[in-house]
């Protein structure tokens, strides 16, 4: 006994503390990699919106030429 608990109380009690921060070191990473996908997601789509603004805009030079 350790402080009045039976030894395999406090081993639970460390796995359940243990669990915890796995589980929010999961959840810190699974943001993470969400953010990086957003972020090429956004890069993909400015990069599409510029291909037309620039097909746009050639479209207009020919037709005043």
Do not use: C
Request: hydrophobic share 45%; net charge positive.
């Amino acid at each position: 006994m350790i402080l009045g608990m039976p030894w395999w109380v406090l081993v639970m009690l460390v796995f359940i503390v243990f669990s915890g921060y796995m589980a929010y070191r999961a959840m810190r990473a699974e943001k993470q990699l969400e953010l990086h996908y957003i972020e090429r997601d956004g890069q993909v789509y400015m990069k599409r919106i510029a291909e037309e603004r620039e097909q746009r805009d050639k479209h207009k030079e020919q037709i005043t030429n």
